[in-house]
């Protein structure tokens, strides 16, 4: 039996959690919240409110980060002609990953 403070902690962690995460149409109805307009009763998925909260994005490692950000400077290497130093700069803004490291990266992907 968990204590009511335990309780409350994970509901504020639940909470938190899904702050500030959209709700999005629910997929099974396309937010009517019905199957039909032939009396059906409410969609299953979604208790016929139409809307569910959409997944929270899973947060990336720093590894996923940087790996993330050598990608981007290398695509924009071949798709813009950037420079080396251009595209980990413009990496390393969009990502927020140190400049240098994603510079490194880019030479050791030759
Ligand atoms: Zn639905």
Not at 12 to 26: D, I, L, Q, S
Not at 64 to 91: D, F, H, P, T, V
Request: glycine residues 10%.
């Amino acid at each position: 039996m968990s204590t009511y403070k335990e309780r409350k902690d994970r509901r504020t962690k639940e909470y938190n959690a899904r702050h500030g995460v959209k709700m999005v149409p629910c997929i099974a109805c396309n937010g009517s919240g019905v199957y039909d307009n032939t009396g059906s009763p409410p969609c299953w998925s979604c208790d016929g409110k139409g809307k569910v909260l959409d997944e929270p994005v899973p947060e990336s490692t720093p590894e996923q980060k940087i790996e993330g950000a050598i990608n981007y400077a290398l695509g924009r290497m071949a798709a813009a002609g950037c420079s080396k130093a251009r595209a980990a700069q413009l990496a390393a803004d969009l990502y927020g990953v140190p400049f240098r490291q994603i510079l490194v990266g880019i030479k050791a992907h030759g």
